[in-house]
């Protein structure tokens, strides 16, 4: 796995859209991101994932750009409960990673009420 | 839904103690990861296991050994602490389905070592 950059913070005030963006302009073609979060006091949680198309989940949106490039994540109505580290991660789909992730710094997201 | 449980929440040892930071997985998963968290610094890999008795090192393994007797509990030592292992130290879990599968986090041991 791979960097990629993100903001160190940002801020959205409650119900409001949020839209969190990635960096990742050397990633190669077997490469999906993922993205996970990480509450106060609490361990990191998955969100999404996602190869070439964008995805839906529950949690949220996560929209690839054509060239893979960059990526956002997409939470379509804040609450105070997202307030988070947030990170997005580029893992490569072969190979014998076992899975193991590399974490950046993440992004910051305070929810104002 | 998937529990991992880390055996403490906060510990407190001693320079010099030896250590066991415990973690347990309910989901039957195959891997199995240990990580420090540090202000400013991350998420760091120290070792990482794919099966019983296997395990591999990650980023940062020196001064840390691991063990995995059983597929469900994978355990972290710290043969003789020192205060740079003043830290976060996370578990995680996921299967060998799919490179793709989720890991799955504990909510994480904070160790202080005086």
């Known amino acids: 796995d791979a960097k990629t950059t993100q903001p160190n913070s940002m801020e959205s005030n409650e119900e409001e859209p949020v839209h969190l963006p990635c960096n990742h302009s050397t990633i190669s073609g077997t490469d999906y991101i993922h993205w996970y979060r990480q509450l106060p006091s609490q361990g990191p949680e998955y969100v999404i994932h996602g190869l070439t198309s964008n995805v839906n989940n529950r949690m949220a949106s996560l929209a690839i750009a054509e060239d893979r490039k960059s990526s956002t994540l997409i939470l379509h109505r804040a609450t105070l409960r997202d307030a988070a580290v947030y990170y997005c991660i580029r893992r490569n789909a072969g190979g014998t990673s076992y899975g193991k992730l590399t974490f950046g710094q993440g992004t910051i997201l305070t929810v104002h009420p | 839904d998937v529990k991992v449980t880390q055996s403490s929440r906060y510990l407190v040892k001693r320079t010099g103690e030896k250590v066991f930071l415990e973690c347990v997985q309910d989901m039957d998963h195959e891997n199995m990861f240990w990580y420090r968290q540090d202000p400013g610094l991350g998420l760091r890999l120290i070792y990482f296991?794919?099966?019983?008795?296997?395990?591999e090192k990650g980023d940062i393994p020196e001064g840390y050994s691991v063990s995995r007797e059983k597929k469900e509990r994978f355990s972290l030592i710290l043969e003789s602490a020192s205060t740079n292992q003043t830290s976060m130290y996370l578990c995680a879990s996921t299967t060998r389905a799919g490179n793709n599968s989720p890991l799955h986090f504990g909510n994480g041991t904070r160790l202080t070592v005086t």
């Open positions: 296991s794919y099966d019983v008795k296997m395990k």
